[in-house]
């Protein structure tokens, strides 16, 4: 049986709007991104090497939180382009061999969305029981952005429940014609050929039924002073999780990774739950524990065992350092003179541990969090929490492709503002350099491909003499044993390794130098800030 392909491929993540505009309306659309697909994946080492590609919100939408409210989920946004266009991606996609995973977003829709146009209409309407509707606020829950999770509606004299944004009432997923409608869409965008799906905050479709206030706890907004206990993580959304499950099982190897939003505090076993006791729920729920780890080889550590204990029994691992809703990793680790090298040290472990790797779109060339002047805010996170949250826009900026003006993104103004650097850092500068951080991505994504233990060999810890700043972890199989030396620190280190390992190997690749030559395992010689990948005899 050959391993599926969310198992052992690269995702991409695209933001649509930010990754190549080519009607010069400053923001992206469908036709960049085909544009560019040689550029992700070619067939050859020269590109990046990608294997599947997953596009957030492209369709129709008033924009409220920029896609994420959808008012119809079987169209694409002029914006954006045409189906056509969508049609043209999937093939050009697929003959790349790059699968296509796109967003759905069935927590809530837009308020614009004909269901709730029609909900909104009367108490009689026939889509008024599709969302959520109370003659008072029956509890205390908030919307993620801030304020009060109902919303008066002076037209019937009742109040709407929305998880986020007014603009975004949540749907009534206890509704069977509810799920009905949005397997629907599900099957409409499988028999275009859609390879898989993100599913938007799937743990927030089911509210308790008795809408019980949450507990208080300690936090900094109103948001996080509850604990989510009754307005997200219900036991239904398993079964209904299940049910979607079989329906995707239908149309063979398709992938549906779901966003599990946590409570701070709260450690992944909370996401992995949503894998099903039985593997039968999601193939992945993303796991965010890298998003908040600090610089230290502990930490990340910590996280991997967490995640790959938390599993269930033949549960896959998956992993992120980056995406559109958290300050971009090459922002988050900078430190100065160190920041390149810390993001090779990560992208060797993210695409070196066992599980499926995320990329956001510009990593690769180490794009850092731009920074946003407040009248050109965008999201309305950062519109509403600035200055104590400067909102997402920082991390969402264009792709920064050459030294033409705007980066080659657009001919346009950019709907966000692009980073200064870009004349000096862009991927036409990095693909002529050899040292490069988009060069390192490459040569690692392309070695990856080559050896079968990276992608499916067993994870191990090996202990070594200085934890504190170096993680060390092994892949094996029958076909061989890989050790990879991560160090987090400046120093240099002379690392023992635990006993059991073969006293030489051979240097596959390092983050610092070209060499690949045979290597004294014991000790282990490692410079400051250096990550090896190394074949054991
Ligand atoms: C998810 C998305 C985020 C969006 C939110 C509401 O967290 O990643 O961008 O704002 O859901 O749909």
Redesign the pocket.
């Known amino acids: 049986m050959t391993t599926p392909w969310w198992k052992t491929g690269v995702n991409y993540e695209i933001y649509p709007r930010s990754f190549q505009d080519t009607d010069g309306d400053g923001v992206g659309d469908l036709k960049g991104i085909i544009q560019h697909l040689d550029y992700l994946n070619d067939g050859t080492p020269n590109s990046l090497g990608v294997d599947a590609i997953w596009l ?1 919100p492209f369709y129709p939408s008033p924009f409220y ?2 896609g ?2 959808v008012k119809d989920y079987c169209g694409i946004d002029p914006m954006f382009g045409t189906m056509e266009d969508f049609d043209t991606l999937i093939e050009k996609a697929h003959k790349r061999g790059i699968k296509i995973v796109i967003d759905l ?1 069935f ?2 829709t837009s308020h614009r969305h004909p269901w709730f146009i029609e909900s909104r209409l009367s108490k009689d309407s026939p889509k008024r029981d599709w969302y959520i509707w109370k003659d008072t606020r029956p509890n205390n829950w908030k919307a ?1 952005f801030g304020g009060s999770a109902w919303t008066y509606d002076k037209e019937t004299d009742q109040y709407y429940l929305h998880s ?1 944004l007014p603009e ?1 009432p949540d749907l009534n997923w206890r509704n069977r014609d509810v799920r009905e409608a949005l397997f629907d869409i599900v099957r409409f965008w499988m028999d275009k050929g859609v390879d898989g799906f993100r599913l ?2 799937i743990n927030f479709i089911y509210k308790d039924r008795e809408y019980r206030s949450n507990p208080f706890c300690f936090g900094r907004r109103p948001y996080e002073m509850q604990h989510h206990i009754y307005d997200r993580n219900q036991p239904e959304a398993h079964q209904a999780l299940q049910e979607l499950r079989q329906l995707v099982d239908l149309y063979g190897e398709k992938m549906l990774v779901g ?1 599990i ?1 946590l409570d701070k505090g709260e450690d992944s076993t909370v996401a992995s739950a949503f894998y099903g006791k039985n593997n039968d729920e999601l193939h992945l729920a993303f796991n965010f524990e890298f998003l908040n780890c600090s610089w230290k080889a502990k930490a990340f550590r910590k996280a991997v065992d967490l995640w790959e204990s938390s599993l269930p029994p033949g549960g896959w691992p998956n992993y992120v350092l980056s ?3 958290m300050p971009r990793h090459y922002s988050r680790y900078a430190r100065w003179g160190h920041t390149e090298k810390r993001a090779k040290i990560a992208a060797m472990m993210l695409l070196t541990l066992r599980g499926t790797p995320f990329l956001y779109y510009g990593e690769e060339i180490g794009m850092r969090n731009v920074r946003v002047p407040r009248w050109k805010f965008q999201d309305p996170v950062g519109k509403r929490y600035w200055p104590f949250h400067p909102g ?1 826009d920082e991390e969402r900026t264009p792709m920064q492709w050459n030294t033409n003006d705007n980066a080659g993104f657009t001919i346009g103004q950019p709907w966000l503002p692009l980073s200064r650097d870009y004349k000096k850092n862009n991927v036409q500068n990095q693909l002529a350099d050899p040292d490069s951080l988009l060069s390192f991505y490459r040569r690692l994504i392309w070695l990856r491909k080559k050896i079968p233990t990276l992608l499916t060999g067993d994870y191990r810890v090996v202990e070594n003499s200085a934890d504190d700043y170096c993680y060390t972890y092994l892949r094996e199989d029958k076909d061989g044993r890989y050790l990879i030396a991560l160090n987090f620190s400046s120093r240099i280190l002379d690392l023992n390794l635990a006993s059991g390992l073969s006293a030489t190997g051979q240097l596959i690749l390092s983050t610092l130098t070209a060499d690949q030559d045979n290597i004294c395992l014991n000790p282990l010689k490692l410079c400051g800030n250096e990550g090896m990948l190394i074949k054991l005899k």
């Open positions: 957030t939180d920029f994420y409210d977003v927590d809530h993620f986020f975004q938007d905050v966003e939003a995406n559109h809703d997402r």
